[in-house]
């Protein structure tokens, strides 16, 4: 079985295992592969934890740290305690054994109740993936980090620790009656049946590396980010640049080496600072989704009155010449941005029939003007 069937099952089976939970388990995979972090907003009980969980069971070999955070936790909690033989030989080092710096996939939760005194450790490990151990910086194996809280942090210290979850989920209790009453009636859930392994991860991730991002989805971006800064919504730099990751992540999870525009509903769940701000983004997002069909709505209209003015009654036949020959130019320019958003959308793996029938329709009315002059 190939790493991508491999990684398909592992998606269809955390789906039947998890109600109403497909997109944050398909964010989960992405993360996973672009070896980005996680947060998930929403009350108790809705099984935040149990994804974790049931991710890494899915992962072989792989060790989950899972740790609830309070403003009295220890750092000697997440990074383990003193090592007394290090203080003894005058270094300061930590017993790290099944502490955070050792595992796969990270669960906190309450992450912002993190304090001062564990806040720069956890940045960095979140960062770098690398653990300050006395005077070395020991590589850490984390392959990502989920993390839980029932609210947004308020505390300016923290907006870096937040800043460190690319992907942003908000998630509730299960709302669709049948849903629920299939929850009621689940049994024990029966152990993993295929699970990923480090060179499937490598193979994945290596097929992310390679998928393309096009110049029509670059476009896009740039579009994206004017029109949500006209909304005062504001992602940093950096975040605008690790997106590329997810997007090209979200290509493979689908089984592609091409990122399409449909990729760019992810960034719903990237873009957004406050949960408030993220119909805003999705808003804008579906308008620039929609934007190439309404360049296209408005073309055909624009060819439809160069096409009725051209065809009125003329005084003469030099009169009618000279409208046929700049309408047919106007119709030719016409044509060709269709032709470049056929182009773009066949560039992008979409669907360019409703484009090529525009072309097609404009070529028919220069030649029925062109035929009207003989």
């Given amino acids: 079985m190939s790493p991508s069937d491999r990684l398909r099952n592992v998606r269809a089976e ?11 388990i398909d964010g989960l995979l992405i993360a996973l592969m672009s070896q980005k972090h996680v947060l998930l907003l929403g009350p108790p009980g809705t099984a935040k934890s149990m994804l974790a969980r049931a991710l890494t069971e899915r992962l072989e070999g792989a060790k989950l740290f899972e740790w609830l955070l309070t403003k009295f936790t220890t750092p000697e909690e997440l990074f383990g305690p003193p090592s007394l033989p290090a203080l003894e030989s005058g270094r300061y080092e930590r017993i790290l054994d099944g502490k955070l710096p050792e595992a796969e996939v990270a669960f906190l939760d309450e992450v912002f109740k993190a ?37 947004l942090p308020d505390e300016d210290e923290l907006g870096a620790l937040y800043d460190r979850f690319l992907l942003r989920f908000t998630v509730n209790y299960i709302e669709d009656e049948q849903k629920f009453e299939a929850l009621l009636r ?20 290596k ?19 004017r029109d949500l800064s006209v909304e005062g919504i504001i992602a940093s730099d950096r975040r605008w640049r690790q997106s590329l990751d997810i997007l090209r992540a979200s290509a493979v999870l689908e089984g592609r080496q091409v ?17 408030e701000e993220r119909p805003k983004v999705v808003v804008t997002m579906n308008g620039l989704m929609g934007r190439e069909e309404e360049e ?25 010449a000279r409208a046929v020959l700049e309408a047919h130019t106007k ?26 029938q525009l072309q097609h329709d404009i070529i028919s009315m220069q030649s029925e003007l062109l035929g009207s002059m003989n």
């Fill in 186 to 205: 689940a049994s024990v859930p029966p152990p993993p049946v295929t699970r990923l392994n480090p060179l499937d991860l490598a193979a994945l991730r």
């Fill in 259 to 275: 990122v399409q525009r449909t990729d760019l509903k992810w960034l719903a769940h990237v873009l957004w600072n406050d949960p």
């Fill in 331 to 356: 119709l030719e320019d016409l044509r060709r941005r269709v032709e470049r958003l056929s182009n773009e959308a066949k560039r992008d793996k979409r669907d360019p029939g409703s484009l090529v």
């Fill in 296 to 320: 296209a709505q408005k073309i055909r209209f624009q060819a439809k009155e160069i096409h009725a003015y051209a065809s009125r009654e003329w005084p003469d036949s030099s009169s009618n």
């Fill in 115 to 151: 304090n001062s005194a564990i806040l720069n450790a956890l940045l960095a490990l979140l960062a770098e993936r690398k653990f300050h151990q006395g005077t070395q910086a020991i590589a850490s194996p984390l392959e990502t980090t989920i993390a839980a809280s029932n609210e």
């Fill in 14 to 24: 955390l789906k039947s295992l998890f109600l109403e939970r497909e997109t944050v």
């Fill in 207 to 225: 097929d992310c590396s390679t998928t393309t991002v096009t110049d029509s989805v670059l476009a896009d971006l740039v579009r994206l980010r």
